[in-house]
């Protein structure tokens, strides 16, 4: 339970409280996360992330940057953001919740029904942080930690992408969430959440470039889904290799249209 509230007015002031109090204290954003379950924190101290002006969309040289306090609502109000990160943002479908959450803050809460994180991986987003470090999203999947997230940096955002949910109903459990891109140079990317044990890419059915029924059925058999009431696990790999082999072949028509 909260019981101190911090809110400096600086980078500088924010991790000099987080260094003082270390595992007692949390960073506080939106505020979605902290007072929901399951993430609700145990922490006594939240750091206050409001006045730190973190909250921004900028187009910089092809690049689209993010501070990590900017709401999802108004991220998706931009108008020069794909349409994958745009249909990813409305699968939060409350816009109570788009507007009361941050880009930053979906990052750091790392839920396994994130409809966001599987797109930002598929998009190779780069992550900056409070004293200046650079990391890529996968890496921080991977390596979780508390360090302050400042900005969220998409060096490619236009790169053919597309995304799907699979659920219930609209604001139902997720089943599957999926992200699939191409690149230009060094071919697909495939992000996951729901079915694997946290988001993250299948690299392995990346490297080898398959496509149609035999795409799907690589992705069926490199998933190790838990039966639950969204489904039992035939279902799940069933329903993901389908989502990933028609969300490729979306990405190749994008490139045939253009073409």
């Known amino acids: 339970m909260i019981e101190q509230f911090f809110r400096p007015d600086s980078v500088e002031q924010a991790l000099e409280l987080k ?28 750091i206050s992330l409001h006045d730190l002006e973190l909250s921004w969309v900028d187009w910089d040289n092809g ?17 020069f953001i794909s349409s994958a990160l745009y249909d ?5 479908y409350s ?5 009361q959450s941050t880009l930053g803050g979906e990052i750091a809460a790392r ?32 390596h979780p930690d508390d360090r302050l997230i400042t ?24 089943v599957v969430t999926a992200a699939v891109a191409l690149t230009e140079h060094d071919g697909v990317r495939i992000a996951l959440n729901g ?16 496509e149609g029924s035999a795409l799907e059925q690589a992705v069926a058999s490199a998933i190790f889904p838990q039966a639950d009431l969204r489904g039992s696990i035939a279902y799940k790999r069933y329903i993901t290799g389908v989502v990933v082999a028609d969300l490729y072949a ?6 045939e249209e253009i073409a």
Request: hydrophobic content about 40%; overall charge positive.
């Open 19 to 46: 260094r003082r109090y270390q595992d007692e204290a949390t960073w506080f954003a939106g505020g979605s996360k902290l007072n929901a379950t399951p993430t609700r924190t145990n922490k006594r101290i939240a």
């Open 88 to 92: 990813a943002l409305g699968f939060v």
């Open 195 to 210: 079915v694997t044990p946290h988001t993250q890419r299948l690299r392995d059915i990346e490297a080898q470039r398959l």
């Open 250 to 255: 979306d990405c190749q028509q994008m490139g």
């Open 151 to 174: 900005e969220i940096v998409i060096k490619d955002p236009y790169r053919f992408c597309a995304t799907r949910k699979i659920s219930r109903s609209q604001a139902g459990l997720t």
């Open 111 to 142: 839920q396994e029904e994130s409809v966001l994180l599987p797109v930002l991986l598929a998009l190779d987003t780069l992550l900056l942080f409070g004293n200046g470090e650079t990391l890529a999203l996968e890496d921080y999947l991977a």
């Open 63 to 79: 690049t689209l940057r993010i501070g990590a306090m900017t709401s999802l609502q108004m991220l998706r109000d931009t108008h």
């Open 95 to 99: 816009r109570h919740l788009r507007n």
